[in-house]
């Protein structure tokens, strides 16, 4: 039994411990398929972790580059608004200085305008004389006046006679005292007799004097001589403008106008027109000496216009009669030659050494009357406005021309005349001797290639072609 159980026991034993084995084989083959299985889970999650991680750093990568094209796209749009501000600066800038330069242009040497009428300007002329005359007529001229008296004791005494509109007292410009001289002008005429009736009442404790104006006698005397006085010029030579006639007849007297006749279609002269004097006595000399002069190649014919007294004859006259107006003689035409030179020698035929100038003035040498010096020049010659590029060049040649004439003087105005084809620049300086120097000095001379000219102009006719050089 013992042996029995023994045996039992030991197949128990046996029996549980192969149980137990079997057990253990099985969980050893069972535990590497799990281990592989698990083994795949965690691959797979890492391979999962590293997609994410792959996309996470491509997405990052991307976000970047968009943000670095956006940086980039920004960057370019400021360049762009920044270059377009500064084109937009420069374009003003540039608009800024071309409109200064016109504004500079236009002011020290404006377009020049279109050429008056002649009888506008004698119109015009004549309104302003009359107007002056007007207030020269109710205008009385006061002296021996006390130096303490002013223009509030002259209004006070001089209103008792008639309502005063205007109170001119002469002072010294460096002290400013009173010189004891005064002009009253009273708002009626009638007023001025009862005002020179004042003459010998006391003012200030002394008697005064009060007389009409001295241009009002000199109005007076001009009226007794006539005024003005227009005359016909005829037989001219085509070629012949009014630039060439005007030293001619300013030799005799200040000029209204010369209005030379012309074909509206072709702009040629017809030979014929009418010179204006602003003094009968000058029209009459002109008349006197300058009927038959030669004017290039063709004796001219000058009478008066509108006047058939004292022998006067009128433009249909001159125009038709075979040399009307008044003759010349040799020792006539021998005074006029002489008085349009200046001075020059004219001797009359039959002396020893007779002159070879026979008083014709030829078409290349109208410019032979000398003119006297006067403070008003025109140089010629200056530039070709046909060859110019420059749209200022005008300003160029205002500036050398300063440059030269301040050397002898001050300029008070200047124009270059760019649309004249003779090239002229109009000067105006302080005084006639500062004119002297300058055409002394710049005539005949080169610039730019170009021989100059420079000669004198009336103080007149410059201010009527530009009344602004008056001040």
């Known amino acids: 039994d013992l042996s029995f159980r023994v045996v039992g026991a030991w197949s128990e034993e046996a029996a549980r411990t192969g149980i137990m084995s079997e057990k253990v084989e099985k969980e050893a083959e069972e535990k590497p398929a799990q281990n592989g299985t698990e083994g795949e889970k965690v691959e797979g999650e890492q391979d999962e972790d590293r997609e994410r991680g792959r996309r996470r750093r491509r997405d990052r990568s991307r976000s970047r580059e968009k943000e670095r094209d ?53 119109r015009r002329r004549a309104e302003e004389e009359e107007l002056q005359r007007q207030k020269d007529e109710n205008t009385v001229f006061v002296y021996q006046i006390h130096p303490k008296v002013d223009e509030r004791d002259l209004f006070e005494f001089f209103s008792t006679v008639g309502k005063v509109t205007d109170i001119r007292l002469i002072r010294d410009q460096r002290t400013h005292k009173s010189k004891g001289l005064c002009y009253i002008e009273f708002a009626e005429h009638d007023s001025v007799m009862k005002a020179i009736s004042l003459t010998g009442q006391l003012l200030g404790g002394y008697p005064i004097t009060v007389t009409v104006t001295q241009s009002e006698k000199n109005r007076a005397a001009e009226a007794a001589d006539g005024g003005s006085m227009r005359l016909y010029v005829g037989s001219l030579h085509f070629n012949v403008t009014e630039d060439d006639l005007r030293p001619v007849f300013e030799t005799f007297g200040a000029l209204d106008f010369i209005d030379l006749h012309k074909d509206p279609a072709t702009g040629v002269s017809r030979g014929f027109g009418f010179v204006q004097y602003r003094k009968a006595a000058d029209a009459k000399t002109a008349l006197a000496n300058l009927n038959g002069l030669d004017i290039a190649g063709r004796p001219i014919k ?8 004292e022998g006067a004859t009128t433009v249909q006259d001159l ?30 035929p039959g002396q020893q050494s007779a002159p070879k100038d026979t008083g014709i003035i030829a078409a290349k040498e109208l410019k032979v009357p000398k003119i006297q010096k006067t403070e008003c020049i025109v140089i010629k010659n200056m530039f070709d406005p046909a060859t110019e ?28 005349d760019r649309q004249n084809p003779k090239g002229s620049v109009y000067v105006r300086v302080d005084s006639a001797d500062t004119g002297e120097k300058v055409v002394g000095s710049l005539n005949g ?15 007149s006719t410059y201010e009527i072609k530009f009344p602004k050089s008056r001040k």
């Open 70 to 122: 956006r940086d980039r796209e920004r960057s370019r749009s400021r360049r762009r608004r920044r270059k377009d501000r500064d084109r937009d600066r420069d374009r003003d800038r540039r608009r800024r200085r071309r409109s200064e330069r016109r504004s500079e242009s236009k002011r020290r040497s404006p377009s020049p305008p279109k050429r008056p009428d002649p009888m506008e300007i004698a």
């Open 302 to 309: 000058v009478g008066l216009v509108e006047n058939r007294t």
């Open 319 to 348: 125009d038709d009669s075979e040399g009307g107006g008044l003759a010349l003689t040799a020792q006539s035409r021998a005074n006029l030659m002489q008085r349009l030179n200046r001075g020059s020698a004219v001797q009359l």
């Open 389 to 416: 590029t420059d749209p200022e060049f005008h300003l160029h040649i205002a500036e050398d021309v300063e440059e030269e004439v301040n050397k002898y003087g001050t300029i008070k105005h200047i124009f270059v």
């Open 445 to 459: 001379r080169w610039f730019a290639s170009r021989q100059i000219s420079a000669e004198f102009v009336p103080s």
